[in-house]
């Protein structure tokens, strides 16, 4: 087995100096009858790394790559391009194979690259600080509710129409056993997200208010108002950013006034895998610091008075606080991380803005030739690379044709909204830098035969 | 032209070993490397883009007026800042990573180019499913294997990480309890469990209670018989347990929590011990997470993303999480989501995730468990024990093995700085092992041993590496008992000293600030 380097000679000799006549003396706390003898039945063999490399290479083939067809799908993962080189340093062995950062003296490079990670993170959702990443957008989301929560001590939620459903989901799931009220909403396609009814929903127990922007059909809607109306009754403004790329050209939340701000950072240097694993954002104000969960690198000095980087506040953390953790999370997704500070520190300012104009530019373009399709009409009015259309007819079978005829044409809201008939004709897109001029032919074509 | 970029000064022009210093602050191929926003020319951007038409905006008057703050670099500028930043790092490519209950192994380079195959890399979450069958089909092999691996009835892939798994496991454990009408506010926890366990069953709305160990390091399954009652809801057991021990009783523990109407949760984090040679579902045991990047070798990435998994028995097979992927007669498999579970999965108690978890790590454990076949894993878990066993007896003369006598150790060893001199302590013994070239083992966890360390091997270590190894600690523990001072300022070669943890909480710095902001706000 090639990847145990023991020799038969080895296993004997260290026997012999741990004084066992067997493997299996070894294994002697393991009552007999809980003991497998020889390996599990009906379960094959190892495999050489060619068989191996053939049988998943003939899985992966089953799968239609986005890479190969028009593709326009979005809400809440995003096709980018990612520079070679960001890959190239996620699998440095030194990233790839190292842990969590428990001793700093020798794992300065992750806590340095964690220390860029939250300041990148802070000034692009333009909050004061970050962490250094949770789960994904979905898990982040439900932590920022607990956070709330625990500074406000109250423990009902307004979350927005807008929000991402499997966002929603997580939610609601999680507070059947927290106790906490949930008050959601299904989003209707409207050009714009209807404000003032979520305002209304404010009142002196509300510990936050959820929004979502660009919102789940790519609305996007000034937080200013929302902000104001939550800290007049004392409740926090969270903002979830499902595609990063948009604050490149957009306002970021913190400066609309949103106290916590999470995100999924899959959109920059984290390619779609099927949904995992992506990278979590979250990001609050400074004075909240203590209420916030996962990992944080903070600056010190080593002995010598050199600057160093180590893991900090860690009495927030279950490995110290136990039961009174913050969170119980124990990592955080720091190679995907890692993946998000090199390829944004590749693009610095003005490459963001660049992609961001760019994504725009595209998504302009599409939205303008899809609804001049007749029978078709754009929902939106404002948005950044992502845009609803309403079709006359069904979306989700529409989106079956599109399959056939090779174009992956976004994705139909009764695939993400099942029981509502209301929303059943509508389809969103995404349009980032990756679409060429065929592509954008290709989904016009097919969205035409089907709508007919 | 900033050329020191650490703020470091020499105080005096050598320091204490008498080394010469540099201008530079660098050391040959010890590098200093400031951070993105301290770099000149931080304006430019390492990526080309076409040219953007002119368009009429549709941002509905909210485009951006205020600069972001983010630092740009060329292409080279941002590799070798990386690169430089990666040579900071320890890492299991360059040592043994013997971190106890973290089974820091080799991660197969064929792992990592398989999760980049177009059909697994670049796949969205969302696509109509007749265009992801291969990848449903990974997850349903991978699911077919850990159930046949661990004896159990279920799984539930879509955790993100460990602890997510236990919270999955403990929400399926309240749903089933709630499905009979059943209210029961407590988890039993043993005292040397991961903080994830007692922090887990808190935030699933838990109240926890310790359960003591025995003198041998094992549950004391007299003092939790009589604490089972009906309120507790579940018992949290990590078999292996922290101390490297079996849980002998462990059958008689679940039938004890079952007889009370209770589930058994196990944490499945030392399961690299066990994997092939002893199915957890014939010890009782309700549901118990796979921590992928632990026994199935996926890679830990200085701290994750980790995955998940939970093996459920059939008692709470029918509460698992959506969605998952299932097979169909027709050998077709479907995403069982929202729309379907009313009839497919009505029990489930919900949605953990976005989407479908881990799917790029479950084409590295999938391939990774190809690899190794039944027999292969089989081997995992006995070699891994040889070698801990292998490092206990070695070690055992210099260093105090506390449940040494009780027999022989799973996959890890536990000693503790019993006997060292005067102040001299586990801390001390860790980072001069820093100087040997060594990751140091877990420190002071856990709790129930004082000054604690954990030892873990893995199976993916030559016994040349252990002889090594065990040479290393063996000369500093001989200087521990001597009561060697020198040992209180270790590391004296790694890329940083002792780093001052307490400043760091007191005045925390999250954020860079520029200096001149950082100076006006003093």
Known sequence: ?452 | MTVNPSGWRPSAPANEQGEAQTMTGNRALMLEEPLIFEIDGGESTGVDFAEVSQHAGRLGGLERSRPIGLPGLSEPEMVRHYTRLSRQNYAIDLGLFPLGSCTMKHNPRLNEKVARMPGFADVHPLQPQETVQGALEVINQLAFWLIDLTGMHGVAMSPKAGAHGELCGLLCIRAALEARGDKRAVVLVPESAHGTNPATAAFAGYRVENIPANPAGRVDLEALKTRLGPDVAAVMITNPNTCGLFEPDMKAISDAVHAAGAFVYCDGANFNAIVGKVRPGDLGIDAMHINLHKTFSTPHGGGGPGSGPVVLSQALAPYGPIPFAAKYPDGSFKIVEEETAGEEHPGAFGRMVAFHGQMGMFTRALTYILSHGADGLKQVAEDSVLNANYILRSLEDVLDAPFGKSGPCMHEAIFSDKGFAGDVNTLDLAKALIDEGFHPMTMYFPLVVHGAMLIEPTETESKASLDQFIAAVRSIAERAKAGDQNLKAAPFFAPRRRLDETLAARKPVLTYRDPEVAEAAE
């Open chain 1, 1 to 452: 087995m090639r990847y145990l380097p023991l020799s038969n000679a080895d296993r004997s000799e260290m026997l012999r100096v741990i004084g066992a006549g067997s493997i299996d003396e070894l294994f002697k706390d393991v009552p007999e009858e809980a003991r497998l003898q020889g390996p599990i039945h009906g379960l094959p063999m190892h495999a050489s790394e060619l068989a191996v490399e053939r049988h998943m290479s003939a899985l992966s083939r089953k799968n239609m790559a986005a890479g190969d067809v028009p593709f326009f799908l979005g809400c809440g993962a995003y096709r980018h391009h990612i520079p070679a080189s960001v890959d190239h340093i996620i699998q440095r062995g030194e990233f790839l194979t190292s842990y969590t950062p428990y001793q700093p003296e020798i794992a300065q490079g992750t806590l340095q690259m964690m220390f860029e990670f939250q300041t990148q993170v802070a000034r692009l959702l333009g909050c004061e600080v970050a962490n250094a990443s949770m789960y994904d957008g979905s898990t982040a989301m439900w932590e920022a509710i607990s956070m709330a929560h625990r500074i406000t001590r109250r423990n009902k939620t307004v979350i927005s129409s807008g929000v991402h459903p499997h966002y929603v989901s997580v939610a609601t799931t999680m507070a059947k056993f927290t106790e906490d009220r949930l008050a959601t909403a299904v989003p209707e396609l409207t050009a714009e997200p209807d404000t003032e009814r979520l305002i209304g929903k404010i009142d002196g127990e509300t510990s936050a208010v959820v929004v979502q922007y660009p919102d789940i059909l790519g609305r996007i809607t000034d937080l200013t108002p929302i902000a104001e109306a939550a800290h007049a009754e004392g409740a926090l403004l969270i903002a979830v950013v499902a595609e990063p790329v948009a604050l490149g050209a957009i306002r970021s939340p913190g400066e609309m006034g949103a106290d916590i701000v999470v995100g999924e950072g899959q959109s920059i240097g984290v390619g779609l895998q099927f949904g995992g694993p992506y990278v979590g954002l979250f990001a609050c104000r400074e004075k909240h610091v203590r209420q916030m969960p996962g990992r944080l690198a903070g600056e010190t000095v080593d002995a010598e008075g050199k600057r160093g980087f180590v893991l900090t506040l860690s009495t927030r953390e279950q490995h110290i606080r136990r039961e009174k953790a913050t969170s119980n999370i124990c990592t955080s997704s720091v190679l995907c991380a890692l993946a998000f500070t090199a390829h944004l520190t590749l693009l610095g300012e003005k490459g963001l803005r660049q992609l961001a104009s760019l994504n725009h530019a595209r998504a302009c373009e599409v939205a303008e030739r899809l609804a001049s399709i007749p029978g078709v009409e754009l929902v939106n009015d404002g948005f950044f690379n992502e845009f609803t259309l309403k079709l006359p007819v069904e979306a989700r079978p529409a989106v079956h044709t599109m399959v056939g005829k090779g174009v992956l044409g976004g994705v139909s809201l009764g695939r993400l909204y099942p029981g509502e008939a209301t929303l059943q004709n509508g389809l969103i897109i995404a349009v980032t830098e990756t679409v060429t001029d065929e592509d954008i032919d290709a989904l016009e074509a097919a969205l035409k035969e089907v709508v007919q």
